[in-house]
Structure formats: structure tokens, C-alpha cells
């Protein structure tokens, strides 16, 4: 993959939580202030918990910290997965942010 492809993909990965913070907030499932500064996004939940997504641009992954740890995801040509098997992205910040908050919340990539 060439710089500009990982970032395409990356943006389109950036956008899609971006657009699933505003989705919950407006649908009053919970309340997400999401900041982003580049390409790093912080998700600060209602008990000041939060979720940080960082690219990695010399290693085309993106990096999720949450308090269940630490995860880099590459993408494979479909979807950004784990580099250690754990799953794939949007499944692992739903598990982190509806465990972080205690509500059940759906975070997806965008169509």
C-alpha cells in the first residue's frame, strides 16, 4: 500500500467514527465529545473516560488506546484489522466505548 492509499483509507476510517459520535449524540444513546487534531481523534465519554485513535503514517496503521489496552490495526484491502488477531477496528472501539460507558453502543465503518 503507498502512503496515499493508507491515507485515503485512514481518513475514510477517521470520518466514519467521527460521523458514528455524531449518530449517538444525536440519537441521545450517549453523550461523546469527539476532537480531532490531525490525524488523531479523542473520545472523552461522560465519566471523563476515554478512547484515543492515532494514525501511524510511517507504518499504515491506525492506533486505538482504551483502558482495555492498546491496539494497532492494518488495513487488509476490505477492513482494518488487528496485527495481533484481535479483531477488527469498529468491533473493538464498540466493545471499548460501550464498556468504557456502560451502554451498548455501534460504532461501523461508513457505507
Known amino acids: 500500500m503507498t502512503d496515499l492509499e493508507f491515507l485515503d483509507h485512514a481518513e475514510l476510517l477517521l470520518k466514519a467514527v467521527e460521523l458514528a459520535c455524531d449518530r449517538i449524540n444525536d440519537d441521545g444513546e450517549a453523550d461523546i465529545d469527539n476532537q480531532r487534531v490531525g490525524g488523531m481523534i479523542t473520545l472523552t465519554f461522560e465519566n471523563k473516560s476515554q478512547i484515543i485513535i492515532n494514525l501511524q503514517k510511517p507504518l499504515h496503521e491506525v492506533w486505538l488506546a482504551a483502558r482495555s489496552g492498546g491496539y494497532h490495526f492494518k488495513f487488509d484491502g ?29 460504532f461501523h465503518a461508513s457505507s
Open 78 to 106: 476490505l477492513q482494518w484489522v488487528d496485527t495481533k488477531g484481535q479483531g477488527e477496528f469498529f468491533e473493538r472501539l464498540s466493545q471499548d466505548a460501550s464498556t468504557q460507558t456502560g451502554l451498548a453502543l455501534g
